[in-house]
């Protein structure tokens, strides 16, 4: 099978949260047992519903004047939905850090390896030197490092191939001798 061309695609933020929460359910198993998101962008509708619950209380206090327990619920509800801007915020730190990294120009998929495009030439990775493939819904994402990954939109695969003939020419690779650690 001769090699396949991707250009490169970087994910959007979204997108980027999306793959990230999805590796954090998959590293934390007994998180992934709980509900999963209607959308790959939640924060907004918890943001939405936690000022909601906070105005309410807020409401309630000003108009009631109580005493007791709701002065706790305000504070709950407050510290809950700073929690949730904070992760939210950090997913975004970290989205334009790796924006703010020079991005390759497009990737060649072999059964040799990964050669990647850059303004300055062709860099070439054999197989054996990534440390981790893992497969995100339509991204694949290669580790050369603990610190750093390429992102493969699988949906950019151009015709006459499919992802599997990717998903194929890496795992080749996998079974003929040492390789990646493919994650699931």
């Given at each position: 099978?001769?090699?396949?061309?991707?250009?490169?695609?970087?994910p959007?933020?979204?997108?980027?949260?999306?793959?990230?929460?999805?590796?954090?359910?998959?590293?934390?198993?007994?998180?992934?047992?709980?509900?999963?998101?209607?959308?790959?962008?939640?924060?907004?509708?918890?943001v939405?519903?936690?000022?909601?619950?906070?105005?309410?209380?807020?409401?309630?206090?000003i108009?009631?004047?109580?005493?007791?327990?709701?002065?706790?619920?305000?504070?709950?509800?407050?510290?809950?939905?700073?929690?949730l801007?904070?992760?939210?915020?950090?997913?975004?730190?970290?989205?334009?850090?790796?924006?703010?990294?020079?991005?390759?120009?497009?990737?060649?998929?072999?059964?040799?390896?990964?050669?990647?495009?850059?303004?300055?030439?062709?860099?070439?990775?054999?197989?054996?030197?990534?440390?981790?493939?893992?497969?995100?819904?339509?991204?694949?994402?290669?580790?050369?490092?603990?610190?750093?990954?390429?992102?493969?939109?699988?949906?950019?695969?151009?015709?006459?191939?499919?992802?599997?003939?990717?998903?194929?020419?890496?795992?080749?690779?996998?079974?003929?001798?040492?390789?990646?650690?493919?994650?699931?």
């Open positions: 099978m001769p090699s396949i061309q991707l250009p490169a695609t970087p959007t933020f979204p997108e980027y949260q999306l793959i990230h929460q999805t590796q954090e359910r998959q590293r934390y198993p007994e998180l992934a047992a709980k509900q999963k998101p209607a959308t790959s962008d939640p924060w907004r509708r918890k939405q519903l936690w000022l909601g619950l906070l105005a309410g209380a807020v409401g309630y206090c108009w009631f004047e109580p005493t007791g327990g709701v002065g706790y619920l305000v504070i709950f509800s407050l510290f809950t939905g700073l929690g801007l904070y992760q939210w915020w950090e997913y975004r730190r970290a989205f334009r850090e790796y924006q703010q990294r020079p991005q390759p120009l497009g990737f060649r998929v072999s059964e040799t390896g990964l050669a990647v495009q850059w303004p300055q030439g062709w860099q070439r990775l054999h197989w054996h030197s990534l440390t981790r493939v893992q497969q995100v819904g339509d991204w694949l994402l290669l580790y050369p490092g603990p610190d750093f990954a390429y992102y493969l939109d699988l949906r950019q695969v151009p015709e006459p191939y499919t992802a599997v003939d990717v998903l194929v020419l890496i795992g080749k690779h996998k079974e003929s001798g040492p390789a990646a650690t493919f994650a699931s």
